[in-house]
């Protein structure tokens, strides 16, 4: 495998301060991370918002360092703000479906059916429903999408099956995490990949081959000892089953669609390639005569309004990570976790990606994902970015913003988040290893699976 172009930038970057001086970049970087922090939990501005600040005042440190010498980099920041503008179009298109999935009445129809269909076999019916929750994290890639609309929708059923409160917020949160995690898109491996030149192709069997048994296992480890004997008689009243009888099954057309345009894309590239984006847009149009009647007007303002936090996040990680490429301070990160032994680089992968991943997993992924996957190019390197993406999706369970925890308790009503970042702490330790053990036998399962 030949190495990248950006990484050799980095580690030629790197060098030529290490002959210079070290400690400027490290100054730097303790500025962008201080105004950051102060932005975040002092100011309590918006993450994306406390990410320009950083990467303005990193820029002027690096002006008065002397590691910027063309004046103020005003080009870098804007170029940095649409770094990600391909996966800034998937977000936003991924979830005008996903509200007109929601608007139509598909999802709620979805889950009553599959309640009403499995209710005797509880351990399918949980895995089901773990899948309902994860579905708009797969196509949005954004854990609170999944947990705010599906999440919304599911968690009243899991509670008249007897499933407590604090249990139904942990598989809420667990789900929208794997559903992060899930195919077809993953934010944090896209941007890992960008950063490495490794493009998103290929992705999908190790995506769910690390998504797909941890939801298992979080749902089940969850609520299974409390739907034992489901009474379905009790859950029965409360189901509002008369979207499903009215309109039938025309209302999951847009997902066939949706499936149809992406297996075709994928095994006929050079017929037909219309994009994600496109993909999306033309699956929403479908759904939008197939139930409840929509306003698009408000369907779109409710789809820019979901997208939009993610949104402002990604442009402020492309200006973050322009200033620490233009500073040196990225390189400096590289260098750091390019220097470590591989114990300890799995040790330092485990502990650091989840931390700074409280402020962002895309960040995370960015500054610290690019490194540790530069760090281990001797393995595969689809499945090591992807096992990386998983365990950069623990951050949104960290304190302080804990997007996942924070709104999964919203939803059923736990009024203290911390319960369910403990109640979820068995399920996230095996992600954490279960993640690490796949990026060690990389090699061995890319070999039976690419």
């Known amino acids: 495998m030949t190495f990248c172009p950006s990484g050799w930038f980095a580690l030629h970057e790197s060098k030529l301060w290490k002959e210079n001086n070290v400690g400027s970049e490290f100054i730097v970087f303790l500025v962008m991370v201080g105004v950051f922090m102060l932005g975040c939990f002092l100011f309590k ?26 004046g103020f980099p005003l080009r ?37 059916t599959i ?8 351990v399918i019916l949980l895995i089901l429903l773990m899948g309902i929750i994860m579905f708009p994290g797969m196509i949005t890639g954004s854990s609170t999408a999944a947990i705010l609309s599906a999440g919304s929708i599911v968690a009243p059923i899991l509670l008249l099956m007897g499933i407590s409160k604090l ?43 690390l998504s797909i048994p941890i939801a298992i296992f979080s749902v089940l480890f969850l609520g299974h000892k409390e739907v034992k004997n489901l009474d379905y008689a009790r859950i029965e009243p409360h189901l509002d089953m008369e979207i499903a009888k009215q309109y039938g099954i025309r209302l999951y057309l847009p997902i066939f669609v949706l499936v149809v345009l992406m297996v075709f894309t994928k095994v006929a590239p050079g017929i037909l390639d219309l994009g994600i984006p496109l993909i999306f847009l033309i699956s929403a149009a479908v759904g939008i005569p197939t ?90 390197t689809i499945v090591t970015i992807s096992s990386i993406s998983s365990i950069a999706s623990l951050g949104d369970m960290m304190p302080p913003t804990a997007l996942a925890g924070m709104f999964a308790a919203q939803v059923t009503g736990v009024k203290k988040y911390s319960r369910v970042l403990k109640r979820c702490i068995v399920p996230m330790a095996v992600l954490l290893v279960y993640s690490i053990v796949v990026i060690i036998f990389s090699k061995q399962i890319a070999s039976l699976v690419l």
């Open 45 to 70: 501005l918006p993450v994306s918002v406390s990410m320009l600040l950083a990467a303005v005042m990193g820029a002027l440190s690096g002006m008065a360092l002397g590691l910027v010498t063309d």
């Open 76 to 112: 870098h920041l804007v170029e940095g703000s649409v770094s990600y503008i391909d996966t800034i179009l998937v977000i936003a298109c991924a979830m005008i479906f996903m509200k007109v999935l929601e608007f139509s009445g598909a999802l709620n129809a979805l889950s009553v």
């Open 115 to 122: 309640v009403r269909r499995f209710h005797q076999r509880p």
């Open 167 to 209: 249990n139904t917020a942990s598989i809420i949160a667990m789900g929208g995490m794997m559903g992060m995690v899930a195919p077809p898109i993953n934010l944090p491996a896209m941007i890992i990949g960008g950063g490495i030149d490794t493009p998103y192709v290929g992705f999908e069997v190790p995506l769910l081959i």
């Open 291 to 380: 139930g409840r009647k929509i306003n698009i007007l408000q369907l779109l303002r409710a789809a820019v309004k979901a997208a939009l936090p993610v949104m402002g996040i990604l442009m402020g990680v492309g200006m973050l990570i322009q200033i620490m490429t233009l500073t040196g301070v990225r390189g400096l990160i590289v260098v750091s976790c390019l220097s470590l032994p591989e114990n300890l680089l799995y040790v330092a992968m485990g502990l650091s990606l989840p931390l700074f991943g409280s402020i962002s997993a895309y960040g995370a992924s960015s500054v610290l994902g690019v490194p540790f996957a530069l760090a281990m190019l001797n393995q595969n």
